[in-house]
């Protein structure tokens, strides 16, 4: 699990798939993810680095394509 100081986005996954002209029922019709799963990536969730690895194997992209992972910074008081 993701510690609570990184985020993760997923906004170069939906964009990637805009390109294509593909909805999230194509990449889960092509990965053979549950809907729980595309459901936490909708909501912009930590998801298994093996279920990234594999959309990245069908879309033919590398990660960086596909989830961008920052720190966050604490905030102030």
């Known amino acids: ?3 609570e100081s990184f985020r993760v986005c997923y906004d170069r996954l939906w ?3 805009r390109s294509r002209k593909m ?3 194509d990449l889960q019709s092509l990965t053979q993810l ?3 799963v ?8 930590p ?5 990234l690895l594999k959309i990245c194997s069908v879309l033919h ?3 960086d394509d ?3 992972v920052s720190a966050s910074m604490p905030e102030r008081s």
């Open 38 to 45: 595309i459901a936490k990536l909708g909501k912009g969730m």
């Open 15 to 17: 964009a990637l798939l």
């Open 66 to 68: 596909i989830v961008d």
């Open 1 to 3: 699990m993701i510690p």
């Open 47 to 51: 998801v298994h680095l093996n279920t």
């Open 34 to 36: 549950s809907s729980a």
């Open 23 to 25: 909805k999230k029922k």
């Open 61 to 63: 992209c590398s990660l």
